[in-house]
């Protein structure tokens, strides 16, 4: 079992945010520099669900 799968079995929250913010960092650090401004307002366009926002012309307008 993998550590994060334990962290989340044993409810250490930190512990498991932290492994996924570490998980996280491992693949921005692979992202090409160009590309980050994209990945930036993909992640913006997000809440906290991972739903997509509405804009202006968005779902919801």
Do not use: C, F
Not at 20 to 40: F, S, T
């Amino acid at each position: 079992m993998s550590t994060l799968a334990q962290a989340v079995r044993k409810e250490r929250w930190e512990l498991a945010a932290l492994l996924l913010l570490q998980g996280m960092w491992e693949v921005v650090q692979r992202v090409p520099e160009d590309a980050i401004p994209q990945l930036l307002e993909a992640l913006e366009g997000a809440d906290s669900l991972g739903n997509m926002k509405g804009g202006a012309d968005g779902p919801g307008a």
